[in-house]
């Protein structure tokens, strides 16, 4: 059975750093692209940020570009996301999903993505 994991989310300051984790089992993660997408209350579930299969290709949503860096270690079939200079508008539920996109037609668009993680929970406040 396909799993996501999402891990490393807390509370942090603003200006700080947090680095999030996504573990998946069930199946081999470079088939999949891999896509970070964040629910702040009362707000529609947005991609973050999306990298294809063996992490040729990235996406950042504007409000992200320079701030965060998403990578991935196959071998460990594991998928990060790196957040810097973090902002209070930065604090949702952050969640990782997986879909069957090639690095062409990969998308960070929610409605791509067919597997969940469970989510963390980002908070930036000081």
């Known amino acids: 059975q396909l799993q996501l994991v999402e891990s490393g989310g807390g509370l942090v300051q603003p200006g700080g750093s947090l680095r999030l984790s996504c573990a998946a089992s069930?199946?081999?993660?470079?088939?999949?692209?891999i896509g970070w997408f964040r629910q702040a209350p009362g707000k529609e579930r947005e991609g973050v940020s999306c990298?294809?299969?063996?992490?040729?290709?990235?996406n950042y949503a504007d409000a992200v570009k320079g701030r965060f860096a998403v990578s991935r270690d196959n071998a460990k079939n594991t998928v990060y996301l790196e957040m810097s200079s973090l902002k209070p508008e930065d604090t949702a539920v952050y969640y990782c999903?997986?879909?069957?996109?090639?690095?062409?037609?990969?998308?960070?668009?929610?409605?791509?993505?067919?597997?969940w993680g469970q989510g963390t929970q980002v908070t930036v406040s000081s």
């Open positions: 069930g199946f081999p993660l470079d088939s999949y692209a």
């Open positions: 999903a997986a879909g069957s996109l090639t690095a062409a037609a990969m998308t960070c668009k929610r409605s791509e993505y067919d597997y």
């Open positions: 990298i294809s299969g063996h992490g040729s290709r990235t």
